[in-house]
């Protein structure tokens, strides 16, 4: 390397530079208290105990099992911690920042052959005192963040809770169905034994063994499909408690306790109750404030600010070695940013029209959940007395047609006619037994007040 010997210069052998950050330095412990402002995770509703419950496992325990295992539950809980951190990060801003910077350099003259050794070592402190709302508005956005991620926490829950009761149903539904086609089948398989035995007996056809060997084969047929819907009606209840769809558990049946409650006698009082309990709708609106805080936050930013600074430094570089200070206020006046802050602030304000609208529509939708599963109830209560009726007549008919013709005085189209009406008519049962407790706990869910 060449050097000009009328030109001196220092080359830096060695240079080390240290930042630390004194806010950044203490515990990382909660000092804003923002963990408390965090609603109960999933374990902290119901009581729920995440312990392994006994074998069965009642309804009550299929549902803690999922709130505690479900992937859904845990997310809504990790997204209200963000929240929180994110509020005491907000807070933040209304203490003073502290810096501390250590300095430590080599300088060699090429000219001098000289070596100098400098060391600095200094704190800056930074106190803003005065921004125009800028501070509060974004800690108002950010305490509408977190309600809005707790309420959003309640409505995933939820909605888990309602999807493990409608697949725990469901599971045993299919289980009811798959029972009532093989008493299907059973009533096929005695009318195949009638028809064969009066064909052998001559006193008819080989039509009517055929036909009543078709109808055993075709009931069957629907037993085997029914057993493969009941084992991936399994397989979804334990996907829905956060479990392989494999895992084998033993699950107890629900109570047969299908007493007739009155419907409420107001749907208009209950869409009221569900805008104003509904989780989702009560995050909508905290959402709403938050995007409103926003605005104030893109407007504080083209507004002056005004700051307390002080420093106090130590110079060791052979030549020098003393201590200054200086202590002032800062004022931040911003002039102009190419028209940054104002676009930000139109960008706001349309969020917040934007956000507005998302409220209306959705407190519409609320009312029609509640509409839809009030009418849903009302149907379905209808429909377990009438289908209670449709299988007693069904039933009566089917015997009936059974003994006329072992008595050999009717046809073997009215006896399996009368068999498959029977089967549909206890489907159809079934079917509205589970249809009925889904709808309870759909209005419920569509209320708000699927806790109680």
């Given at each position: 390397?060449?050097?000009?010997?009328?030109?001196?210069y220092f080359l830096t052998c060695l240079t080390l530079t240290i930042t630390v950050n004194t806010a950044q330095a203490v515990d990382m412990a909660d000092v804003f208290?923002?963990?408390k402002s965090v609603a109960r995770n999933a374990t902290g509703y119901l009581q729920v105990d995440c312990a392994?419950?006994?074998s069965p496992l009642n309804l009550i325990d299929v549902?803690?099992?999922a709130l505690c295992n479900n992937p859904q539950t845990t997310a809504a809980w990790a997204n209200a911690q963000v929240a929180a951190a994110q509020l005491g990060s907000a807070q933040s801003a209304y203490l003073p920042s502290v810096n501390g910077t250590a300095n430590l350099s080599r300088d060699h003259s090429a000219l001098t052959g000289l070596n100098t050794i400098n060391r600095n070592v200094g704190l800056s402190l930074n106190y803003l005192l005065f921004d125009f709302g800028g501070r509060s508005a974004q800690r108002d956005a950010a305490l509408a963040t977190l309600d809005a991620a707790n309420r959003s926490q309640d409505q995933v829950v939820n909605t888990v809770y309602l999807a493990v009761v409608q697949a725990y149903y469901q599971y045993f539904a299919a289980q009811a169905q798959t029972l009532a086609l093989l008493e299907a089948e059973k009533s096929a398989?005695?009318?195949l034994d009638a028809a064969t035995a009066r064909y052998q007996a001559g006193t008819n056809t080989r039509v009517d063994m055929l036909q009543a060997q078709t109808a055993y084969s075709q009931a069957q047929l629907n037993r085997v499909r029914a057993e493969g819907d009941m084992r991936i009606a399994q397989g979804v209840l334990t996907n829905v408690m956060g479990m392989d769809a494999d895992k084998r558990i033993d699950i107890a049946p629900p109570n047969n306790d299908l007493a007739n409650k009155s419907l409420p006698n107001s749907v208009r009082d209950l869409i009221l109750l569900a805008q104003q309990q509904r989780p989702d709708l009560q995050a909508a609106a905290a959402q709403l404030r938050a995007t409103q805080a926003q605005v104030r936050v893109n407007e504080s930013a083209g507004k002056p600010t005004l700051s307390l600074t002080g420093s106090v430094n130590h110079q060791d570089n052979g030549s020098i070695n003393g201590v200054g200070s200086s202590v002032g206020l800062a004022l931040n006046v911003p002039?102009?940013?190419?028209?940054n802050s104002t676009y930000k602030i139109r960008a706001a304000q349309a969020q917040v029209l934007a956000q507005q609208a998302q409220q209306a529509q959705l407190t519409n939708q609320v009312a029609l959940d509640v509409w839809r599963a009030w009418q849903t109830l009302a149907t379905e209560t209808q429909a377990l007395s009438a289908s209670a009726d449709l299988v007693t007549s069904a039933l009566a008919a089917a015997d009936m047609a059974l003994g006329r013709y072992r008595a050999g005085v009717g046809s073997i189209l009215d006896t399996l006619n009368a068999q498959s009406a029977l089967a549909s008519a206890r489907s159809q049962q079934i079917q509205a037994q589970y249809n009925l407790r889904i709808a309870k706990v759909a209005l419920a869910q569509a209320v708000g007040r699927l806790n109680e």
């Amino acid at each position: 390397m060449k050097f000009n010997r009328n030109v001196g210069y220092f080359l830096t052998c060695l240079t080390l530079t240290i930042t630390v950050n004194t806010a950044q330095a203490v515990d990382m412990a909660d000092v804003f208290a923002t963990q408390k402002s965090v609603a109960r995770n999933a374990t902290g509703y119901l009581q729920v105990d995440c312990a392994h419950p006994v074998s069965p496992l009642n309804l009550i325990d299929v549902v803690n099992t999922a709130l505690c295992n479900n992937p859904q539950t845990t997310a809504a809980w990790a997204n209200a911690q963000v929240a929180a951190a994110q509020l005491g990060s907000a807070q933040s801003a209304y203490l003073p920042s502290v810096n501390g910077t250590a300095n430590l350099s080599r300088d060699h003259s090429a000219l001098t052959g000289l070596n100098t050794i400098n060391r600095n070592v200094g704190l800056s402190l930074n106190y803003l005192l005065f921004d125009f709302g800028g501070r509060s508005a974004q800690r108002d956005a950010a305490l509408a963040t977190l309600d809005a991620a707790n309420r959003s926490q309640d409505q995933v829950v939820n909605t888990v809770y309602l999807a493990v009761v409608q697949a725990y149903y469901q599971y045993f539904a299919a289980q009811a169905q798959t029972l009532a086609l093989l008493e299907a089948e059973k009533s096929a398989k005695l009318s195949l034994d009638a028809a064969t035995a009066r064909y052998q007996a001559g006193t008819n056809t080989r039509v009517d063994m055929l036909q009543a060997q078709t109808a055993y084969s075709q009931a069957q047929l629907n037993r085997v499909r029914a057993e493969g819907d009941m084992r991936i009606a399994q397989g979804v209840l334990t996907n829905v408690m956060g479990m392989d769809a494999d895992k084998r558990i033993d699950i107890a049946p629900p109570n047969n306790d299908l007493a007739n409650k009155s419907l409420p006698n107001s749907v208009r009082d209950l869409i009221l109750l569900a805008q104003q309990q509904r989780p989702d709708l009560q995050a909508a609106a905290a959402q709403l404030r938050a995007t409103q805080a926003q605005v104030r936050v893109n407007e504080s930013a083209g507004k002056p600010t005004l700051s307390l600074t002080g420093s106090v430094n130590h110079q060791d570089n052979g030549s020098i070695n003393g201590v200054g200070s200086s202590v002032g206020l800062a004022l931040n006046v911003p002039i102009f940013t190419g028209y940054n802050s104002t676009y930000k602030i139109r960008a706001a304000q349309a969020q917040v029209l934007a956000q507005q609208a998302q409220q209306a529509q959705l407190t519409n939708q609320v009312a029609l959940d509640v509409w839809r599963a009030w009418q849903t109830l009302a149907t379905e209560t209808q429909a377990l007395s009438a289908s209670a009726d449709l299988v007693t007549s069904a039933l009566a008919a089917a015997d009936m047609a059974l003994g006329r013709y072992r008595a050999g005085v009717g046809s073997i189209l009215d006896t399996l006619n009368a068999q498959s009406a029977l089967a549909s008519a206890r489907s159809q049962q079934i079917q509205a037994q589970y249809n009925l407790r889904i709808a309870k706990v759909a209005l419920a869910q569509a209320v708000g007040r699927l806790n109680e």
